[in-house]
């Protein structure tokens, strides 16, 4: 009896620091990645990585099918945001 009381607590003591090691290592993990994106060569990353991408796009011929997926995809964001737009023009215009 006495050997199965030592292999519970052992079991449960190994259970309870893996818990809290992984519990430290995600908070570890969140940290880095928060205080990364935070930082400036992050932001400077970003916006040149949005740079390419634009220089790309703009000068490649699209084919039909691009069209019609980007047709789709703004008409989406146009509807969305079609009360924002016309507020907008709305205060504009006064």
């Known amino acids: 009896m006495d050997f199965y009381k030592k292999f519970f607590l ?3 003591t190994i259970i309870i620091t893996i818990i ?3 519990k430290f ?3 570890s993990v ?6 990364i994106t935070k ?3 992050f932001y ?3 916006s040149q990585r949005i740079k390419f991408e634009m220089n790309r796009h703009s ?3 699209l084919s039909q099918e691009e069209v019609d997926f980007y047709t789709k995809e703004l008409d989406k964001i146009l509807k969305k ?3 924002v737009i016309d507020n907008l023009s709305d205060k504009n215009n006064k």
């Open 10 to 12: 052992v079991t449960l």
């Open 20 to 22: 809290f090691v992984i």
């Open 25 to 27: 290592a995600l908070s």
């Open 30 to 35: 969140e940290n880095k990645i928060i205080e």
């Open 39 to 41: 930082s400036e060569r």
């Open 44 to 46: 400077n990353f970003v």
């Open 59 to 61: 000068s490649k011929e």
């Open 81 to 83: 945001w079609k009360p």
